[in-house]
């Protein structure tokens, strides 16, 4: 198993570009999400996805969106990149229950994301 | 507002030195908490999940603890290679999300 995997691991981008981080596991796994990772601020979530047709908002959605065709992929789009969005972003997958059971995330190795 | 608040921010222990790191947390109601590891330039990597007050889980030197407001993550005699950011994350009840804090980075010299 490869586990979660995502591409580019580095992109420079423009002000005004638009790009799509891919992200993909094959742990066939329900639960997949996308975060981003500033100093000093920790993980933030930007989307995640509860199985395939659906998607919701995190903590930091605005520029960025989703979609969940597959079980298997989960794709972040940046409609017109700023430089605020310079950061470090790390997909996640992981088993999904609403009860009591481990479920931990595994993720994957990171893009660095510069927008100048 | 469910919140999730590490201590120290930066930690340096001497070799063998024994220590713990704090995770401190305000949710409505509490799913579970999990504690990561992340070393630099790589994604976090799932160390321990605690669900009720009183659980402790151990894996080789570390050691969770949950009471009903924190968690304590225990290193004993720490070696160099436990040098890491550790991230605590909760998940609250009402929520398919988990919340971060900002982690403590360990540093652990010869």
């Known amino acids: 198993n490869a586990g979660v995997t995502q591409t580019p691991k580095f992109q420079v981008l423009k002000t005004g570009q638009s790009m799509t981080l891919q992200c993909a596991q094959d742990m066939n796994h329900e639960y997949m999400s996308w975060y981003r990772q500033d100093p000093g601020m920790g993980l933030r979530l930007i989307h995640y996805s509860v199985g395939a047709g659906i998607t919701d908002q995190g903590e930091v959605p605005n520029g960025y969106n989703v979609s969940r065709s597959t079980t298997e992929d989960f794709p972040l789009r940046l409609l017109s990149a700023a430089p605020s969005q310079t950061s470090v972003y790390f997909c996640?997958?992981?088993?999904?229950?609403?009860?009591?059971?481990?479920?931990?995330?595994?993720f994957g190795p990171g893009t660095r994301l510069t927008v100048l | 507002e469910d919140q999730v608040t590490q201590s120290p921010e930066a930690l340096r222990l001497q070799e063998g030195e024994s220590s713990s790191l704090n995770c401190s947390y305000t949710v409505s109601g509490l799913r579970g908490l999990f504690w990561y590891r992340q070393d630099p330039g790589k994604g976090p990597e799932f160390l321990f999940t605690l669900y009720s007050a009183g659980e402790e889980k151990e894996k080789e030197r570390l050691k969770a603890t949950l009471t009903k407001k924190e968690s304590f993550l225990h290193i004993t005699a720490p070696k160099p290679e436990d040098s890491a950011t550790y991230l605590c994350a909760v998940r609250p009840r009402n929520t398919d999300k988990l919340i971060f804090g900002t982690g403590t980075r360990l540093q652990v010299f010869p």
């Open positions: 996640a997958s992981s088993s999904f229950s609403r009860v009591r059971v481990r479920n931990e995330q595994f």
